[in-house]
C-alpha cells in the first residue's frame, strides 16, 4: 500500500470519528489499568458491567488492595478468568503504593513489571491515559493491518513495529482506536462488511465480501 492511500484512510476514518476512545469506563489512570488487565480475552462490555460498581466504591488501588483477593474476585465474577485476575490486580494495587507512590507509571518498563500487565496492555495505558503516541496490537487491529494491507505483518510485533513506521504522525496516536473500531463494527472476522465499509475503495484485501 503506498503512503497516499494510507493517508486517505486515515483522514477517512478521523472525519467519521474525530476524537475515538476506548469504551471501556474507567476515570483515572488506575481504572484504566485494571480496565484493560481485566478485558483480557473479555469484552469491554462484560469488564464495564462489572467495574461500574466495583470503581464506585473500590476506585483506589489502597481500596482495592483492602478489598482483598476474594473480594475482587466475587467483584468480577462474571469475567473470563477472574480467579488469575482478581490475584493480579491486587499484586498490582500493591506494587503501584510500594513502588509508585500509589501511581500508574508512565513508562512501559515499569508498567510491564506489574503482574498481568504485557504489552498490549502497557501500550493501551500509554496511549489512552497518557496520550502517548503507541499502538496496541490486538485481534482486531492485526485483522484489519493485514487485510487492508495498512501494515501486514506475521505476528502482532510485525504488525506494531509496521503500523508505527507507516502510520502518518498526525494520526498515530488515534489509529490505536480507529483501527480497533473498525475490526469490531466493520472488518469483523467471518463476513467483513465491505458493502458498508467507508475505506473499501482504498482497501487492497482481495477477497471482499460482495454487495
Ligand atoms: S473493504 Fe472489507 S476487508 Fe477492507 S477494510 Fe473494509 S470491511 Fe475490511
Known amino acids: 500500500m503506498n503512503a497516499e492511500k494510507r493517508r486517505a484512510i486515515f483522514e477517512r476514518l ?6 475515538p476512545t476506548t469504551e471501556l469506563e474507567y476515570g483515572t489512570p488506575f481504572q ?18 462489572a467495574t461500574r ?14 478489598l482483598g483477593e476474594d473480594g475482587v474476585a466475587d467483584a468480577i465474577k462474571t469475567i473470563g478468568l477472574y480467579r488469575t485476575k482478581a490475584r493480579n490486580v491486587v499484586a498490582t494495587c500493591r506494587i503501584l503504593i510500594e513502588q509508585h507512590g500509589g501511581e500508574v ?7 510491564e513489571a506489574l503482574p ?21 496490537v490486538d485481534t482486531h487491529i492485526f485483522r484489519v493491518s493485514n487485510r487492508t494491507r495498512i501494515a501486514p505483518g506475521k505476528d502482532v ?13 498526525e494520526f498515530l496516536h488515534d489509529a490505536h ?3 480497533i473500531l473498525h475490526g469490531r463494527y466493520v472488518c ?3 463476513k467483513p462488511k465491505c458493502p458498508q465499509c467507508g475505506i473499501a475503495d482504498l482497501c487492497e484485501f482481495k477477497d471482499k465480501t460482495p454487495a
Open 14 to 19: 478521523r472525519a467519521a470519528n474525530p476524537t
Open 32 to 49: 484504566l489499568l485494571i480496565a484493560v488487565l481485566l478485558s483480557a480475552q473479555a469484552t469491554d462490555k462484560s469488564v464495564n458491567l
Open 53 to 66: 460498581p466495583l470503581f464506585a466504591r473500590h476506585g483506589t488501588p489502597a481500596a482495592l488492595l483492602a
Open 105 to 111: 507509571p508512565q513508562d512501559r518498563e515499569s508498567l
Open 116 to 136: 498481568g500487565v504485557g504489552r498490549k496492555t502497557a501500550n493501551v495505558v500509554l496511549n489512552t491515559a497518557f496520550g502517548q503516541p503507541t499502538i496496541a
Open 157 to 169: 510485533v510485525a504488525v506494531e513495529n509496521a503500523l508505527l513506521k507507516f502510520v502518518p504522525r
Open 177 to 179: 482506536h480507529w483501527l
Open 188 to 190: 469483523v472476522a467471518r
